[in-house]
Nanobody
Framework: VQLQASGGGLVEAGGSLRLSCAAS????????MGWFRQAPGKEREFVVA???????YYTDSVKGRFTISRDNAENTVYLQMNSLKPEDTAVYYC?????????????????WGKGTQVTVSS
């Protein structure tokens, strides 16, 4: 599986962005997908995930603001980010895993895309 993230950019606090992650391969629907982010000087952290069956998991800091979804026909997973805050500034990575049990764990993901930069100005 190859993943390509896009949609990052510069936005003011309170604004919105939608990230996309396009996946190659015909088995996309079998994968559990996640978004992770890495801020300058910090370790990469889990943000949100969606299982192959559509169950979702969010880190507390983004609950109520971010929404993950997937379109299996388009082999794409989306991350709608609303009410953005300066602390959301980071490089965002999409990742895929065949194991539901590890989708919130960076080292449990099988495939990674290149990141896309999100910058939120105050």
């Amino acid at each position: 599986v190859q993943l390509q993230a896009s949609g990052g950019g510069l936005v003011e606090a309170g604004g919105s962005l939608r990230l996309s992650c396009a996946a190659s391969g015909r088995t996309f629907r079998r994968y559990n997908m996640g978004w992770f982010r890495q801020a300058p000087g910090k370790e990469r952290e889990f943000v949100v995930a969606i299982t192959w069956s559509g169950s979702t998991y969010y880190t507390d800091s983004v609950k109520g603001r971010f929404t993950i979804s997937r379109d299996n026909a388009e082999n794409t997973v989306y991350l709608q980010m609303n009410s953005l805050k300066p602390e959301d500034t980071a490089v965002y990575y999409c990742a895929a895993s065949q194991d539901i049990a590890t989708i919130t764990w960076e080292h449990g993901m099988d495939y990674w895309g290149k990141g896309t930069q999100v910058t939120v100005s105050s």
